[in-house]
């Protein structure tokens, strides 16, 4: 069983930018479908960006769609999140997910990490 371990969050000013990191162990990530999730106080988690296992194709949502860019590095076991002009309505907790490919890019992602914390000061 694939676990996932998020780094890089932290607190910022609108309109820097920061690289999220999620590092795999107990597995190969290439096997994977990879996304980035995030959850807001007081609203449900929702789907940010995700990647198909070779990192040819990337989805994204709407509102982070031109700003975030995800990648992946299958040989070092880590996918990455570029977040660049950031907005105080991207802070959330930030959680990285692996998915046995056949549920879809958006949801059913069948491993998470504990998350890491973004917030963007106005």
């Not at 590092?23 to 995700?50: H, I, N, T």
Request: charged share 15%; glycine share 14%.
């Amino acid at each position: 069983q694939v676990q996932l371990v998020e780094s890089g969050g932290g607190l910022v000013q609108a309109g820097v930018s920061l690289r999220l990191s999620c590092a795999a162990s107990g597995g190969s990530l290439s096997s994977y479908v990879m996304g980035w999730f995030r959850q807001a106080p007081g609203k449900e988690r929702e789907f940010v960006a995700a990647i198909n296992r070779s990192g040819g194709s990337t989805y994204y949502a709407d509102s982070v769609k031109g700003r975030f860019t995800i990648s992946r590095e299958n040989a070092k076991n880590t996918v990455y999140l570029q977040m660049n002009s950031l907005k105080p309505e991207d802070t959330a907790v930030y959680y990285c997910a692996a998915q046995v490919p056949g549920g879809g890019y958006y949801k059913d992602y069948h491993y998470w990490g504990q998350g890491t914390q973004v917030t963007v000061s106005s």
